[in-house]
């Protein structure tokens, strides 16, 4: 399962380019920074996306992870890896850039109230009110809309610790420096989310799987 | 036969187990835990399938031009750090503190002992850096047990707001930093020691998000009370105080005072 992007893990020859690119740029190689962000844009963009769920936050996140990192460049000097601190910068980056597009959202719908009858609507309830019809189902763009929406119904937290768990192969004790909790914290909130997608999301996956067997999914 | 848990399950299909849990071979001989296994594994490849726009080769080099006009000449060192304007008044304050106790100690040593050793000068200078010091260790007391206290203004509320505590973290962090250094100068290593605990602590509180979720305020409560740090700072407060009480303690007594507080 484990899928560290490369960067973020660093074979020992791309740490040690990354340190002297590090040492130049403090150096006032300015020019220097720019071996670090042509490396390890992809990979944060990666991690971007899969957090906000579009490419115009994803991009904005990238953009600030490495400006912060620029910035506070001086107190990284003693740091192990380059890929690795990035890489955090952008997943808090991206938690606060969710949350201020949540507010955004909430002003946007309802500038009074949270929700129609005063009360927090919980997103997954929309997610299953909506089954579609077994017809429906077989189509990937409907159940890409699902699975989307079941993501938006987590957490920051939960969707933060789910990526960074599941889809890029972080340890726990990373997951919960970002989300600063302790292991134990971090490692309930990865449970949480699984089993909140799962909830959402298993009638269609099963559904698909069925598809699949009966050759109606192309 | 009893089943595996939904967690249990998770922390299998996820990588969190430990290796000799016995979830493979109880997988290996229970239908029922292997077909809830493949659902999730089902939900999980349907996520795995969610496609993540390719940016492009040149994505990179596309940031560093969108980045590069915004970034200033040179990232800032640790020395220009120093400089910000919050640590510039903490150094500021410190540094008043240190120069008052070295001109006070100068005017009594004159008027008292004309003659006498650098020793009085040492004793004066320290006892306007215990006023301070202990002022301080009060000031970081009193908002750790705050934040233990700490609830959410409406009972309905998911998230506690901690900012207030949280940038009160932000400007003791920077007395604490020079109020270590000058315990480590003055040789007082107990102090020191304390103070860089506290500054740990001080350090997570201060890179906490402003409106924390009841498991991360309990977190954070957890981590002060595992380090019992509220404990050690009373102790040293107190300890603060007797000295500040004591007209002239004699270089013994500052040596035994410095022993007890590194044993705690």
Known sequence: ?218 | MKHLTEEELIAFREGMTAEKTGIPQHLAGCDECRAELERLDAVLAALDSLPVPDPGEDYGRRVWQQIAPRLPENPARWWQVWMLPRRLAAIGAVSALVIAAFFVGRISTMRSHPGDNAANQQQVRERVLVVAVGQHLGRSEMMLVELSNAEPADPKQKQVNISAEQHRAEDLLEENRLYRQTALQEGDAGLANVLDELERVLLDVAHSPEEVTPAQLEAIRHKIEAQGILFKVRVVSKELEQRQDAVKPSPTQNDSNKRERNKV
């Not at chain 1, 560290?4 to 040492?23: C, K, Y």
């Not at chain 1, 309802?110 to 009858?117: L, R």
């Not at chain 1, 997610?127 to 579609?132: C, E, F, L, N, R």
């Not at chain 1, 929406?149 to 933060?160: G, I, N, P, Y």
């Open chain 1, 1 to 218: 399962m484990n899928r560290m992007p490369q960067s973020v893990e660093s074979t020992p020859a791309i740490a040690e380019s990354d340190a002297l690119a590090v040492e130049r740029t403090l150096a006032g190689e300015r020019d220097a920074f720019r071996v670090l962000v042509e490396r390890h844009s992809q990979t944060v963009f990666r991690l971007a996306y899969r957090m906000t769920g579009n490419r115009h936050d994803a991009e904005e996140v990238v953009q600030e992870a490495f400006l912060r990192a620029y910035q506070k460049l001086g107190q990284f000097a003693a740091r192990a890896n380059f890929g690795t601190w990035v890489y955090r910068i952008a997943a808090n980056y991206a938690i606060d850039r969710m949350r201020q597009r949540q507010k955004e959202e909430a002003r946007r719908q309802n500038p009074n109230t949270d929700s129609e009858d005063g009360m927090e609507q919980d997103p997954l309830s929309k997610v299953q009110d909506a089954a579609p019809t077994p017809e429906r189902l077989t189509q990937s763009l409907e159940l890409r809309a699902q699975m989307e929406r079941a993501l938006a119904a987590l957490s920051h937290a939960e969707r933060t610790a789910f990526v960074m768990r599941h889809w890029e192969g972080c340890g726990i004790e990373e997951i919960a420096e970002v989300l600063k909790s302790n292991s134990s914290a971090a490692k309930n909130t990865v449970f949480r989310a699984v089993a909140k997608l799962r909830k959402a999301l298993q009638p269609f996956a099963g559904a698909r799987t069925q598809a699949k067997v009966m050759g109606t999914e192309s």
